[in-house]
């Protein structure tokens, strides 16, 4: 019977450490963290928008003027609208209105020519 006493003793103590160590501890900030609430963030420097001036976009873009050389190393920039004459053997550039008129008949020749045409479909291959 000696031994009850000390059983209450250390059944007690137990308890008593689960009741200490289990509760939930006080919410306490960090001292950090307190000093941290306490001092205001700085303010944000004010920053003006910022206004981009785009340059214009033109409706039709100019098509850049091609350079070809020929066989015998001379060089010749092809420009829309005039033709070049190898007649004699060079290139030589030329802008008329014969030119002009031969050039727009040929035009019209080509849409008037495809103005119809239509194309089917292709047809799926036969499996063999």
Known sequence: M???PWLVVLLAALAIAALVFLREPPE???????????????PLPAI?????????????LPVPALTLATPNGRAFVIEDGKTIDF???????KESDKDKA????AKRELEAAVQGVTFESPKEPVKK
């Open 87 to 93: 007649s004699n053997g060079l290139p030589m550039v």
């Open 2 to 4: 000696k031994r009850v």
């Open 102 to 105: 031969i050039i727009e008949r």
């Open 48 to 60: 003006p928008p910022v206004q981009v001036q785009l340059p214009p976009i033109p409706d039709q």
């Open 28 to 42: 306490r900030p960090l001292p950090l963290e307190k000093m941290a609430r306490e001092i205001p963030p700085p």
